[in-house]
């Protein structure tokens, strides 16, 4: 048990310098992250049909903007009078720079009046001057920005909408940043366990409840153990996200380890262990060490819990960077959050935290299945044999993402259809068990669909038959591929910058074989009948970053990604669109309103 003790230790030692590190980050500290002056104060601006134009100043929380500091240069060439209207009233402030000042919070609006008797079609120029500070005490130099606007018709109504240039809301990525960057130390513990319990119920985790499940049934003679092995398991996943965001933090978005483990020899490798795991729960043969040498270390005392505990922290490290590389969008804000503040320990405590709201479902299985899995019978045996065709599904779900099309379906058909045959033959056996029968006849439907699919062309095991009823329903527009051009490196991105053709707006989509939401994004987003129609009118770029090559490892450094699934918007003549930019898996609605906004730009 000395070795149980030694682990106890380490891991309150490690938990307890997590927590430390997260209070690097409190008020008190030394070390306070602040806003760019351009998220803390997002300026935009609409000219009305009047001699007017509307100026908006959202402003996030915890800054403010002086009055006095607001002034108008007029740049045109013809000069003319340009002023503000008359200021709202403010927030009365005692500021330490400039005394008893009149401030502004939440968001700013006022009008800039310029010259009615200007000509149609003139053009002003002018130049906003404003400066503003953070309640933590940092002070922004004063900014200045240009504004060009055409003078309208006036006192009729546009028969065009009028230029709007305010952003799309954030990113799901980016509210993660700002979530963190506003927030305490104790808030932040609080918000990032709260995420990793919403990202445990998405396919990074999912696909570890099975190892989980396995490590409990295995312990089922003492069934403390089996709380123990999850308990290392969780403390091994958490303490590797912990290096990851010790990684980020000391080396920035391009060391991303993930990526190199997901080469195909590293896949097949995996989910061949893993399907070796599940023949070994099926009962076809026992891993174990040779007779001589397990006798040798019995004798010594404890040998077996010291191996199988390395064994399960093992397991634990390698589950975490090759079962689940995924890059949602709470977790990449999270990453490039880490990235920006060069600050390794901090991001260790960040990521430590995110995995233990991540671990509490497996926790709950090592638990609870301990209670309600029976000692012995042959439902201990069935339960077994599930486990082990849930590791196999694991090796099926790894070698997919070798984008095997048609054969993904195929292999889900013919898993279903033993799985299905082994609970028909269970049920053979005990005809009283209905459960048994209605599982077994769901699991033949299902790989019934799959090999229709299959025969059919599909390539979707999650919808196999969308790509038939895609096709009844929208006709041949559904049947063609948007003609995305592939590259692989920056200098491939400038020469399509350079000779975009008909000076379209730019999409350029980070995709790997691998990423899984890059799939997804593929099948149920840019498909969708509201979307094809506005990326037809984009030059599509797709970055493939599968092989993560040395230009791969570039082109994601130049635009500071971890890693796909990443959308980035262009203007025709290149211009990058930083701000709406979207990183992790989009929703819907996000990319249409970038589309949509990248359009009116160009």
């Keep these: 048990m000395d070795f149980m003790r030694y682990l106890t230790l380490l891991i309150l030692f490690l938990t307890s310098t997590s927590l430390h590190a997260l209070d690097l980050k409190l008020p008190f500290s030394a070390k306070t992250a602040f ?28 800054y403010y903007l002086y009055q006095h500091q607001f002034k108008v240069i007029d740049k045109s060439d013809t000069p003319s009078q340009i002023e503000f209207s008359p200021f709202i009233a403010g927030e009365k402030k005692n500021d330490p720079y400039f005394g008893d000042v009149i401030v502004y919070r939440d968001q700013f609006k006022t009008e800039l009046i310029y010259d009615k008797d200007l000509n149609e079609g003139s053009l002003i120029k002018a130049v906003i001057k404003y400066q503003g500070c953070a309640d933590k005490g940092l002070c922004y130099p004063p900014q200045s920005l240009p504004i060009e606007v055409s003078v309208p018709k006036f006192k009729q109504v546009s028969t065009n909408a009028p230029l709007e240039t305010k952003l799309p809301a954030p990113s799901q990525t980016n509210q993660v940043i700002d979530l963190i960057k506003n927030s305490d130390g104790i808030t932040i513990i609080i918000t990032l366990f709260g995420l990793g319990l919403l990202l ?98 019995e004798n010594l005392g404890n040998a077996n819990t010291k191996n199988k505990s390395i064994s399960v922290i093992i397991t634990g490290i390698l589950a975490t960077l090759i079962v ?28 430590f935290v995110l995995a233990l709201g991540m671990a509490t479902p497996l926790l709950l299985v090592a638990i609870f ?48 259809s033993f799985l299905g045959a082994y609970l028909l033959m269970r049920y053979q056996l005990n005809k009283h068990n209905v459960i048994r029968l209605g599982l077994a006849i769901v699991c033949l439907i299902i790989a019934l669909l799959q090999a229709i699919g299959a025969a059919s062309g599909g390539k979707n095991a999650l919808h196999p038959l969308m790509h038939l009823t895609q096709s009844k329903n929208t006709g041949s527009l559904s049947e063609q591929k948007l003609n995305f051009i592939d590259i692989y490196s920056i200098a491939e991105l ?19 074989d691998w990423c899984i939401s890059c799939i997804v994004m593929e099948e149920e987003i840019f498909h969708a009948p509201e979307v094809r129609p506005l990326l037809e009118k984009f030059t599509l770029v797709r970055a493939d970053v599968t092989d993560n090559s ?44 970038r589309l949509n906004f990248s359009l009116e730009r160009n």
Aim: hydrophobic share 50%.
């Design 200 to 297: 445990s119920l998405t396919p990074c985790v999912l696909p570890m409840i099975p190892i989980v499940s396995a490590i409990v049934v295995g312990s089922q003679k003492k069934p403390w153990q089996g709380v123990y092995y999850t308990l290392l398991y969780i403390f091994a996943m958490a303490s590797t996200y912990a290096a990851l965001g010790a990684l980020a933090g000391f080396f920035g978005t391009q060391y991303n380890i993930q990526a190199y483990l997901q080469s195909p020899t590293v896949l097949l490798i995996s989910a061949s262990i893993f399907t070796l795991l599940a023949l070994a729960m099926f009962g076809l043969f026992e891993l174990k060490l040779p007779s001589g040498l397990q006798n040798k270390l």
């Design 324 to 351: 689940s590389p995924c890059v949602s969008a709470p977790l990449a804000g999270i990453i490039l959050y880490v990235s920006a503040q060069a600050d390794p320990l901090y991001g260790a405590g960040l990521m």
């Design 369 to 416: 299945g301990t209670k309600v899995l029976p000692k012995a019978g042959e439902w201990l045996n069935d339960i077994k044999a599930l486990m082990g065709f849930a590791l196999l599904g694991v090796a099926i779900w790894l070698v997919n993402r070798l984008n095997l099309g048609h054969y993904e379906l195929i292999l889900w058909s013919l898993y279903f």
């Design 550 to 593: 040395p230009d791969n490892q570039a082109l994601l450094k130049a635009f500071s990604l971890y890693g796909p699934p990443s959308v980035l918007f262009f203007t025709g003549k290149g211009e990058h669109l930083k701000e709406i930019a979207l990183v992790g898996e989009p929703s819907k609605k996000e990319v249409i309103e």
């Design 35 to 62: 806003l760019p002056v351009q998220e803390a104060f997002q300026f935009s601006f609409t000219p009305k049909d009047t001699n007017k134009i509307e100026l908006v100043w959202d402003i996030a929380e915890g």
């Design 494 to 512: 400038d020469q399509i910058i350079q000779t975009n053709p008909a000076n379209r707006p730019i999409l350029l989509d980070f995709y790997a």
